[in-house]
């Protein structure tokens, strides 16, 4: 099993790295031989709220295209992997992680 934390510039780019993971435009989340969580933009600071619940401040975005990508022993996973490790991210603090905290 491999997980690899994504961030590209645009969606567009991810689907030029990732084509085995769409079909018909659409993002291919999970097979036999592999799991995607398609994030998108994520927010690095969240924003500030009075009382009332008035943004006194707005949350700050990283609007570049984020995801998390599960391989389990997919059959072209060295390929996919050498791929993606220009986009490769491994925050500290990760907003999204697949659940059970492996990974």
């Not at 997919?74 to 659940?99: G, K, L, Q, R, S």
């Amino acid at each position: 099993m491999t997980d690899l934390m994504l961030r590209f510039d645009t969606e567009a780019a991810a689907a030029a790295v990732l084509p085995m993971f769409r079909a018909d435009g659409q993002w291919l989340t999970a097979s036999h031989d592999h799991g995607l969580c398609a994030i998108g933009p994520v927010v690095t600071t969240p924003a500030v709220v009075d009382a009332s619940g008035a943004i006194v401040t707005p949350a700050v975005m990283d609007e570049r295209w984020h995801a998390n990508l599960r391989l389990l022993d997919h059959p072209d996973e060295a390929a996919i992997v050498a791929a993606c490790e220009p986009y490769a991210v491994n925050p500290p603090h990760p907003a999204v992680v697949w659940a059970g905290g492996e990974g």
